[in-house]
């Protein structure tokens, strides 16, 4: 999939208004929203992520782009660890998570559940394969976080749930099963379900791999919009074409390390670095 | 206690030999049966299923008072208990065989059935070929974990006084009036064979799992 | 074959193979209850992050299985009072040895179906910020129960036909009322045909239900 889709019919971000100023995660003290400094992560004897330092401020679109293997989906999986790093710190909101303990290896990284689960409250991530609850209707399914984990009453919870499935144009499907529903669709009541508890900031991974092509373009007008609104997102993806539109900055994760990042024109169009240039090409013959 | 041990012994050795008598019978009678249930005549699979049914829905010691106290009179035989548990086990367990048999073939997809038939082969070279070399293989891991029920359905036939280990168990303790240590101790013996056995039928199932990737 | 068949003897006791029965089903129903109970907590423990807890359940789990039912219905009869030091009803021991039986299939059975259940689900709650018990609560265990009530509803009935040994230690179920019609009128074979009658009775049609209820369960995935 080249630059040429349907998503691209807006001037690229660099050249649009600044957004962010009414974002839901506001520049209180000058921190970024999301700070990740030298986080390594090894999976048996091989190491995926060989220092990562990233930084992305509020209201900030980050599309992720690499290899299969490059580490892009670990990566984001350690931001609500999903997966624990070995190494390196994690700042949500100027605040750092997990402490550090000196063991006969060196430093280690110690988390406990508890604080992971109040951190994720802030986090909502969107899966490639959905992961809906199947044995729940869509509006349950969006529920289920306010009142399971935010602790909101029914009614409340429903009110809101109902709202962020309107904004995602599912209000007429709010009582069906997930399994009637299309993939696009199935899609974009995940989506609605992590934004309904409201997080500081978006993760998608690989959102529309798993989707039919006629249906991708719904989920990513929606990721679209939501970062016109000013969401704080990270977005690791294939879809170039959205990566162009929409993002603020792009990332090219090779091998467990940054190797070059930019603006989606300096990325895409005028990528320096030989190993970006051979990705982007590789893609063209797709 | 340990004076005891070879009686307790020689009641093993009657457990096994029941275990064994009633696998070999009940495998033959079972491939025998498995064929009339699968066929599409419905007056050779009706009463298959019957008997299958009968056999699977009735507590096995039922069984073994049906056939120890109640055939001989019917037929004008007189059974000893070695001779009503080999066959009360044989036939129960070749109803269970009938079922791997069955299940066994038909979990072989259709596929390789048409395929097979495409090439024009016939019914037998068929299943000689093609669907039973696949089928044995998952077969073989149920008749294992059959085996392995069946040797702690033995203890069944203590109940109408063949010498079994259990059987050997309650004479032992009626002689030396000490339940716990000779119940335990047969327990442990109990235990100790079926778990050796199942770890092996579970070793056999992760090389047949890793064959098959 | 000059056996004259004379079911009409039995008449006078059919409330006798009636009070079987129902102490058939109350052994069976109690023992299931507590079987599962037991072994969903067994299940528990076994699939615990915590070392000291899984493998003692483990091994317990491994005994259980592994023992032959009569064997371990014997045990509890004779050989466990000595080791309390107190006496046991049939019924008790009966009660003890089957549930315990039970619940080390059913935690087996528990296991598997918890582990089915694709990851994503678990991904999916953490990432919501759940903890582990809301987790297992609102999402796993909904899920992981439909698919387990076919494999549960077969270990029923496998606890229904074990429930025959229990004559052996002299619990008064439907063989033990076989039996001793038997002996009072020198009938064995309408007697135990009756009894297994009744049993196939019981427990076809419980299979049939079972049949049906997995076909319909496995429409609603």
């Keep these: 999939m080249t630059l040429s889709d349907p998503t691209n019919d807006q001037p690229p971000a660099a050249d649009r208004a600044p957004r962010g100023a009414s974002g839901p995660a506001a520049r209180a003290n000058g921190a970024p929203v999301l700070k990740l400094e030298g986080i390594h992560k090894s999976f048996g004897g091989s190491e995926v992520l060989k220092g990562i330092d990233l930084e992305v401020a509020a209201g900030e679109t980050v599309v992720i782009i690499g290899a299969s293997g490059s580490g892009k989906s670990t990566?984001?999986?350690?931001?609500?660890?999903?997966e624990l790093p070995d190494a390196g710190r994690v700042y949500l909101k100027g605040e750092s998570v997990g402490t550090t303990v000196s063991t006969r290896r060196g430093e280690r990284l110690v988390f406990k559940e508890q604080e992971l689960n109040a951190m994720r409250r802030h986090v909502g991530m969107v899966f490639q394969s959905f992961n809906l609850f199947p044995h729940m209707t869509v509006v349950q399914n969006v529920m289920e976080g306010l009142v399971s984990?935010?602790?909101?009453?029914?009614?409340?919870?429903?009110?809101?749930?109902?709202?962020?499935?309107?904004?995602?144009?599912?209000?007429?499907?709010?009582?069906?099963?997930?399994?009637?529903?299309s993939g696009g669709q199935q899609q974009r009541v995940a989506i609605?379900?992590?934004?309904?508890?409201?997080?500081?900031?978006?993760?998608?991974?690989?959102?529309?791999?798993?989707?039919?092509?006629?249906?991708?373009?719904?989920?990513?007008?929606?990721?679209?919009?939501?970062?016109?609104?000013?969401?704080?997102?990270?977005?690791?993806?294939?879809?170039?074409?959205?990566?162009?539109?929409?993002?603020?900055?792009?990332?090219?994760?090779?091998?467990?390390?940054?190797?070059?990042?930019?603006?989606?024109?300096?990325?895409?169009?005028?990528?320096?670095?030989?190993?970006?240039?051979?990705?982007?090409?590789?893609?063209?013959?797709? | 206690m340990w004076d005891n041990f070879p009686t307790l012994l020689s009641g093993l050795s009657g457990s096994l030999q029941i275990t064994g008598l009633a696998l070999l019978f009940g495998l033959l009678i079972g491939l025998l049966v498995a064929p009339l249930r699968m066929s599409s005549r419905p007056w050779l699979s009706a009463p298959a299923g019957v008997y299958i049914n009968v056999f699977r829905n009735t507590p096995p010691l039922v069984q073994?008072?049906?056939?120890?106290?109640?055939?001989?009179?019917?037929?004008?035989?007189?059974?000893?208990?070695?001779?009503?548990?080999?066959?009360?086990?044989?036939?129960?367990?070749?109803?269970?065989?009938?079922?791997?048999?069955?299940?066994?073939?038909?979990?072989?997809?259709?596929?390789?059935?048409?395929?097979?038939?495409?090439?024009?082969?016939?019914?037998?070279?068929?299943?000689?070929?093609?669907?039973?070399?696949?089928?044995?293989?998952?077969?073989?891991?149920?008749?294992?974990?059959?085996?392995?029920?069946?040797?702690?359905?033995?203890?069944?036939?203590?109940?109408?006084?063949?010498?079994?280990?259990?059987?050997?168990?309650?004479?032992?303790?009626?002689?030396?009036?000490?339940?716990?240590?000779?119940y335990t101790v047969v327990a442990a013996m109990y235990i100790l064979i079926i778990t050796a056995a199942s770890l092996g039928v579970r070793r056999y199932e992760m090389r047949l799992a890793r064959a098959d990737a | 074959m000059g056996y004259q068949f004379d079911f009409t003897v039995l008449q006078p006791y059919l409330p006798t193979f009636g009070r079987g029965l129902l102490v058939t089903f109350q052994l069976a129903g109690v023992c299931l209850l507590l079987g599962f109970t037991a072994g969903l907590l067994l299940a528990l423990l076994r699939s615990s992050r915590i070392a000291p807890l899984v493998w003692p359940s483990a091994v317990f789990i491994e005994?259980?299985?592994?023992?032959?039912?009569?064997?371990?219905?014997?045990?509890?009869?004779?050989?466990?009072?000595?080791?309390?030091?107190?006496?046991?009803?049939?019924?008790?021991?009966?009660?003890?040895?089957l549930s315990l039986n039970t619940a080390a299939f059913s935690a087996e059975l528990f296991r598997g179906g918890i582990q089915s259940i694709h990851r994503g689900q678990w991904e999916a709650g953490r990432a919501l910020g759940m903890s582990n018990l809301t987790l297992m609560r609102r999402i796993i265990l909904p899920q992981a129960?439909?698919?387990?009530?076919?494999?549960?509803?077969?270990?029923?009935?496998?606890?229904?036909?074990?429930?025959?040994?229990?004559?052996?230690?002299?619990?008064?179920?439907?063989?033990?009322?076989?039996?001793?019609?038997?002996?009072?009128t020198f009938r064995p074979i309408e007697s135990y045909t009756v009894v297994a009658v009744i049993y196939l009775i019981i427990l076809w049609a419980g299979t049939i239900l079972v049949n049906r209820l997995e076909r319909r369960l496995g429409e609603s995935d």
């Excluded at chain 1, 962020?164 to 007429?172: D, M, P, R, S």
């Excluded at chain 2, 035989?77 to 009360?88: D, K, L, M, Q």
């Design chain 2, 64 to 182: 073994l008072f049906w056939f120890f106290y109640a055939f001989p009179i019917l037929f004008d035989v007189s059974f000893r208990p070695f001779e009503a548990a080999v066959v009360t086990l044989s036939l129960q367990s070749s109803a269970f065989f009938a079922e791997v048999f069955r299940a066994g073939i038909q979990s072989i997809e259709r596929g390789q059935w048409e395929a097979s038939k495409a090439i024009g082969m016939g019914y037998f070279t068929m299943m000689r070929r093609i669907i039973l070399p696949q089928a044995v293989k998952r077969m073989v891991l149920a008749f294992f974990e059959r085996a392995i029920e069946l040797f702690k359905t033995t203890t069944l036939v203590s109940t109408i006084a063949f010498a079994d280990l259990l059987y050997q168990a309650t004479v032992v303790t009626s002689q030396t009036f000490r339940p716990l240590e000779v």
């Design chain 1, 149 to 181: 984990v935010l602790r909101l009453k029914r009614d409340e919870a429903r009110t809101r749930a109902l709202r962020h499935l309107e904004a995602v144009g599912l209000a007429e499907k709010t009582e069906q099963y997930p399994s009637r529903l």
């Design chain 3, 145 to 184: 129960i439909k698919r387990m009530i076919p494999p549960l509803t077969n270990r029923a009935i496998e606890l229904t036909k074990m429930t025959a040994l229990a004559s052996t230690i002299a619990v008064p179920e439907l063989l033990y009322q076989g039996r001793l019609i038997n002996a009072v």
């Design chain 1, 192 to 286: 609605a379900r992590a934004l309904a508890m409201e997080p500081d900031v978006m993760l998608f991974d690989e959102a529309t791999s798993a989707l039919d092509p006629e249906l991708v373009g719904e989920v990513l007008q929606v990721m679209r919009d939501l970062s016109l609104g000013g969401m704080t997102m990270v977005v690791v993806t294939h879809e170039m074409g959205f990566a162009y539109a929409a993002a603020d900055r792009v990332i090219f994760i090779h091998q467990g390390q940054i190797h070059e990042q930019g603006t989606p024109e300096e990325i895409l169009k005028h990528p320096k670095q030989e190993r970006t240039k051979a990705f982007l090409r590789g893609l063209d013959h797709i």
């Design chain 3, 63 to 97: 005994i259980f299985r592994n023992a032959p039912v009569l064997v371990q219905l014997v045990w509890f009869y004779y050989a466990f009072p000595v080791l309390i030091g107190a006496t046991m009803s049939a019924f008790a021991a009966a009660v003890l040895a």
């Design chain 1, 75 to 82: 990566l984001l999986r350690c931001i609500n660890f999903l």
